[in-house]
């Protein structure tokens, strides 16, 4: 079994115990959260698919971290013209695990 989300404008294809980054959700570590967004649920041979959400269908996860990602340097350059610009960026994240995929919850 598994489900396609939404989250922060972004797609993700989930299974049941599967850790995930997604970018920073203000709420503490051990905590259970909710996706109402689901787009996709598969269930043994059979495909459920939203238009464009699945209604009455949750998958729930608990926060197991948060952390910032390893730092990326941006560039800018221009030749002759005595210009160079550095700059760097971390992007904060929170790692979840996925614990359940509700399938038409009441």
């Known amino acids: 079994m ?8 972004k797609q993700y294809k989930v299974k049941i115990g599967q850790i ?4 920073k959700i203000n709420h503490k570590i051990g905590k259970i959260i909710e ?5 996709l649920v598969k269930k043994n041979k059979e495909i459920f698919l939203g238009q464009p ?9 608990c926060i197991y971290k ?3 990602e390893k730092k990326i340097h941006i560039i800018k350059f221009n030749r002759r013209k005595h210009y160079k610009k550095k700059q760097g960026h971390r992007q ?3 790692s979840i ?5 509700n399938l038409f919850k009441e």
Do not use: C, D, P, S
């Open 2 to 9: 598994y489900a396609v989300f939404m989250n922060g404008g």
């Open 20 to 23: 995930l980054r997604l970018e």
């Open 35 to 39: 996706f109402n967004t689901i787009l």
């Open 53 to 61: 959400i699945l209604k009455n269908t949750v998958i729930q996860a």
């Open 66 to 68: 948060h952390g910032r």
């Open 92 to 94: 904060n994240y929170t």
């Open 97 to 101: 695990k996925i614990t359940n995929i």
